[in-house]
């Protein structure tokens, strides 16, 4: 069974950049997607961004289009998202997963099957 451990959260200022990263193990890590996910303080769970198997295809939401960058190394079983300009409204508990597929227009947490423990991201001054 797939296993995923997410790192690199912190606390950083406005403006600032976080690398986070998604390492697998237990599994064959380049037969699964993987998506990026948060949840905000009170609010519900949302999907930021996925990758599929070869990394030839990925989805990103507008609200950290242009921000917010997916990428995977298959060698290394690790997917990254490159988090920068972050704004305050980006904190959250960043949470990766593994499933089958990453959709070119949406990406839903019932889609994804594996998921780590999160990685906690705190924008502020």
């Known amino acids: 069974q797939l296993q995923l451990v997410e790192s690199g959260g912190g606390l950083v200022q406005p403006g600032g950049s976080l690398r986070l990263s998604c390492s697998a193990s237990?599994?064959?890590?380049?037969?699964?997607?993987i998506g990026w996910f948060r949840r905000a303080p009170g609010q519900e769970r949302e999907g930021v961004s996925c990758i599929s198997r070869r990394g030839d295809t990925t989805f990103t939401r507008n609200f950290v289009k242009g921000r917010f960058t997916i990428s995977r190394d298959n060698a290394k079983n690790t997917v990254f998202l490159q988090m920068d300009s972050l704004k305050p409204e980006d904190t959250a508990d960043y949470y990766c997963?593994?499933?089958?597929?990453?959709?070119?227009?949406?990406?839903?947490?019932?889609?994804?099957?594996?998921w780590g423990q999160g990685t906690q991201v705190t924008v502020s001054s």
């Open positions: 237990g599994g064959i890590f380049d037969d699964h997607a």
């Open positions: 997963a593994a499933g089958p597929r990453c959709y070119h227009d949406s990406i839903q947490p019932y889609e994804y099957d594996y």
